[in-house]
């Protein structure tokens, strides 16, 4: 298989159908995450041009700003997307009852809530649902941990992680919604990560 990716790498790196496509024959149990953030549309209408019933896993931290929730229940709406949510093993009230508001990156306290409403959930999903091809959205432009990765690359579990939108620019996704006349959202926060280009550990991790 490291052959086969290394040439498709290579060879469609910049090409998000081919990408998909391909991967999405190489498994029997994929899934495509989303957060439901700025220009997500784009992977869930590819994802979905292929095969419509494909599980779309949601990691809902309970944080998301109201827009967030109208868009993303528009995008699944319009999409008719089979979506997979997967929460904290607390509420949002259940959380700030007993710890109070989010803690700020430099607290101490700020890794172990991301475990809980981040890494937690998703490790539970990947459990639960055993994908062997996992489609995401993540892109280069995102952060510089980002921009050292492949479209292609397999884990040490055997899981394909394919992310066809790697190479592209905002103005890429734009055009892309645009085209298909499909929703945006930038009122959009993610408590884990806080600043734009930190990374909140999950693909570092997996």
């Not at 041009?49 to 709406?77: F, L």
């Not at 008719?80 to 430099?106: Q, Y």
């Not at 939108?165 to 929703?183: G, I, N, T, V």
């Amino acid at each position: 298989m490291s052959s086969t990716l290394e040439a498709m790498n290579r060879d469609h790196a910049n090409d998000p159908h081919v990408l998909i496509e391909w991967a999405l024959k190489q498994g029997e149990r994929p899934i495509c995450t989303t957060n439901f953030r700025p220009f997500e549309a784009v992977i869930l209408h590819m994802a979905t041009q292929v095969r419509p019933d494909i599980p779309i896993v949601w990691m809902d931290s309970g944080y998301n700003t109201e827009a967030t929730y109208r868009v993303a229940n528009e995008i699944i709406e319009r999409l008719n997307l089979n979506i997979v949510s997967f929460l904290p093993k607390r509420t949002r009230a259940h959380r700030e009852a007993l710890e109070g508001p989010v803690p700020g990156i430099d607290d101490p306290r700020h890794d172990a809530f991301t475990q809980e409403v981040k890494i937690e959930p998703f490790e539970r999903a990947l459990k639960e649902m055993r994908p062997d091809v996992w489609l995401t959205a993540l892109r280069a432009e995102d952060t510089p941990e980002r921009a050292k990765m492949q479209p292609l690359s397999q884990n040490a579990d055997g899981l394909l992680k394919v992310a066809p939108l790697l190479h592209w620019s905002a103005k890429d996704m734009y055009e892309y919604l645009q085209a298909h006349d499909l929703p945006n959202n930038f009122d959009y926060f993610d408590p884990t990560k806080v600043e734009e280009k930190r990374e909140c550990g999950l693909h570092l991790q997996h």
